[in-house]
C-alpha cells in the first residue's frame, strides 16, 4: 500500500462517531471521538455538531479515502434485541445522513473519491462489539479500552482494516456504495485475528495517537 493513502473511517451514531486516520493496515495516524457540544441537545443539533467536526477532519489532514458505516439489516436486528425503538433506529439513521452528507460535500470540495458505505452485515461478519475491542486492545497497545466503553473508536480502526483488506483483495479501492465483501477474511477482524496501535485528549475529541 502506498504511503501516500490517507483514510478516514467513521463509525456514526446519534450519541458518539467513532474515527480513524490510517495509512495503511497496522498504521494508525490518529483515532477517537467526536461528540456533540452537550449530551442533552436536540438530536439534530447532535448530529450537525459531529458532522461538522468530521469535516474539520478531512479539511485538516491529507484525507485520500473515506469509509463510512451505513445502517443495514443487522443494525436494525441488534438495535431491537437492545430495546431501541423505532424512533430511536430513526435517529441514528439520522446522524449516519447528516453526517455522510457534510463529510461528503467537503470531500467532493477537495477532489476526494466518492465515500466508501460499509454494510455492518460485511466488515463485522457478526463479531461482537466486545471482541473487537480486545482485539484493537492486542494489536494496538497504547488502545485503551477502558476508555473506549462503547467501542467507538476500536469499530472504527476494525472499518479501516476492512477497507484496507478489501483494497489488498480487489487490487483496487473498494469504491463508493456499499463495498462487495469478496472473501473479506483477510480484511476483517476475527477470532484470533492480528488487530491494530495508539492515547491522549483534546476538546471535544479523545485521541489515540500514534
Not at 450519541?15 to 497496522?26: E, F, K, P, V
Not at 443495514?72 to 449516519?96: D, N, P, Q
Not at 473487537?132 to 479501516?160: F, M
Request: aromatic share 8%.
Amino acid at each position: 500500500m502506498s504511503d501516500t493513502t490517507r483514510l478516514l473511517a467513521l463509525d456514526p451514531s446519534s450519541s458518539i462517531t467513532g474515527y480513524a486516520l490510517m495509512r495503511g493496515r497496522g498504521q494508525l495516524i490518529e483515532a477517537g471521538k467526536l461528540k456533540p457540544n452537550r449530551t442533552a441537545d436536540p438530536y439534530w443539533k447532535r448530529a450537525m455538531a459531529m458532522a461538522d467536526d468530521a469535516g474539520k477532519l478531512v479539511a485538516a489532514h491529507p484525507v485520500t479515502h473515506i469509509v463510512i458505516e451505513g445502517a443495514g439489516a443487522k443494525i436494525h436486528r441488534s438495535g431491537a434485541a437492545r430495546g431501541m425503538t423505532g424512533a430511536g433506529m430513526a435517529l441514528y439513521g439520522f446522524a449516519v445522513g447528516c453526517i455522510y452528507c457534510h463529510v461528503s460535500y467537503v470531500a467532493e470540495g477537495r477532489g476526494l473519491p466518492p465515500i466508501t458505505i460499509a454494510d455492518p452485515n460485511l466488515w463485522t461478519r457478526g463479531s461482537r462489539k466486545e471482541h473487537r475491542r480486545t482485539w484493537i486492545a492486542q494489536g494496538y497497545p497504547q488502545y485503551d479500552p477502558e476508555k473506549d466503553k462503547g467501542g467507538d473508536v476500536s469499530d472504527a480502526i476494525c472499518l479501516g482494516e476492512w477497507w484496507y483488506g478489501q483494497r489488498e483483495l480487489q487490487g483496487v479501492d473498494p469504491g463508493p456504495g456499499r463495498g462487495r465483501d469478496r472473501a473479506t477474511r483477510s480484511g476483517n477482524p476475527r477470532r484470533g485475528a492480528r488487530a491494530p496501535h495508539g492515547a491522549g485528549e483534546r476538546g471535544r475529541r479523545w485521541r489515540l495517537t500514534l
